[in-house]
């Protein structure tokens, strides 16, 4: 498979990656030589056998609900760039968001 | 309703949050209103290296959800990872699950304008909340404490043909998720989300037309506008030959408008792929059994019993189904001296309205159940003595708005005091009594406030 530039970027800009001063050229080549590599996983015949996701056939282990304390506010944003107060201060994200 | 040129589709994603104790992968509390950033852990902030363990409870949940709505439970479902970069989810995914459920295909019944009608669950599956995020001038504040807070989301199947309908749906939802004890389902506080998915067509017989995404609709009073907002919108643009596009928007109640929410669609791939870092999920019998015989009497057998056994009407059944807890409240009212039919009566319309008068709560009610029934059986059995009768001349309606506000006064000050007798009437009562003779004032009083309604 092929990665052409126009991909790069996107990917780049999904990921909030600046390319800035960056050889595209060559993270273009580089990424199409990873992806190769990793296509050769496609060449063994598995017809027949059921996709896994896991080497080792056993059911997820569960926990009780039961609370144990975690950080501190302080330990939790010790790394983070910017606080306020003790929250984590960011750049303006401007559309609602959120998961789900 | 007034009949609209168009056919409506409305699919919907309802969000409903855990009332566990811990998070949906990690250890840490889920309680409302903690200090910011106070209930993290290096799990739910997405450290390098930490590995997630499922709350057993959250199965246990799921499926008492799913058993609930008919689904079938997936012995096997698998937990995927849904990438996406937000600031609010330090991973950079979310823990979800996609093309292997836990439960599938169900149904709710709804009962709308007292005929009951199902609507289609497509599935329901388990997935963490991102963390909150607020917005000023000088950036965005991150709070982590929802990050990993279990959700369960269910999709509905396109089946809604109106607002009112999702709405109905959404309501009878929120009842299930309350009685079956797994949230407490409150839309302002964010237990219960709702996104809907919006398409129009000219008719039922057309194939369905390109929708829109309706995010975050948290209140059930806006539900119905923003739904029949966007419907317009899509019929005035298909009018002007112009054309849908499928895209994100959000409600903004204030203007009464919805707007596209740009910027998110192009990161639509989100790369969907099984978690490594956790095994497929094995639902075993013994756990399914078990969720089996903790199913409460659900919602909608309640309506129906109220109707059927009761011989209530759907309107009656249905106001005191609404609440778990005035449906509680009115069962314990209920005795052999007191019919289903009057306790209706008197909590539906007479307890209810007071409550409302004092802006109070059903969970703060301070009339017992019992001193409720002695009432209604105090002023049965003087009604039948005086035989009254129980039609009234527009004279007697202000004095019978008196009456009544006179018993409840009665009822909150002798619930308030105990032990207070006899009943507090008040001046203007009193000034009415004085008005006619004792008996006659008797025989209206019982007679009022027995056909009151």
Redesign the interface.
Known sequence: MNVDEKTIRHVAALARIDLEGVDVDRLTRQMSDILAYVEQLGEPDVEGIPATAHARPQPLPLREDTPQPGLTPDEALRDAPKRQGDFVLVPRTVEGGGAT | MAAREYDIVIGL?V?VQLA???KAF????TDFGA????????V??GMPGMLP???????EMAVLLGLATGCAINRES?FAR?N??????PKGY?ISQYDKPLCEHGKLPVLIDGAWREFGITRIHI????GK????????????NRTGVP?L?VVSEPDFRSADEATAYLKTMRRLVRSLGISDGNMEEGSL?C?ANVSVRPTPDDPFGTRTEL??INSFRFIARALDYEAARQWDMLQHHEVVVQETR?YDAEKGRTYS????E??HDYRY????D?????VENDLVEQARGALPELPWQRTRRYMDDLGLSAYDAEVLTADEELSDYFERVVDEDVPAKTAANWVSSELLGALKQRELEMASNPIEPERLRSLIKLVAGERSRAKSPRTYSPRCSRRRTIRRRSWRRWAFSRSRTKGRSPPSWTRSSRKARRKSSNTRAEKRRFSVISSAR
């Open positions: 994603e969000h566990t104790r811990t990690c250890a840490c509390p200090g910011e950033n106070s209930q993290v852990c290096p739910c902030m363990v499922l709350n057993r409870r959250v199965v698998v849904k996406y970069f937000y600031p609010d989810l979310q997935e963490e909340d991102a995020s607020m917005h000023g001038g000088g950036g965005s504040l991150i709070d982590f959700l989301e989300r996104d995010k975050n959000l929410m740009r910027g998110k192009e990161a792929f099984p978690d490594p956790l095994l497929p999920l094995i």
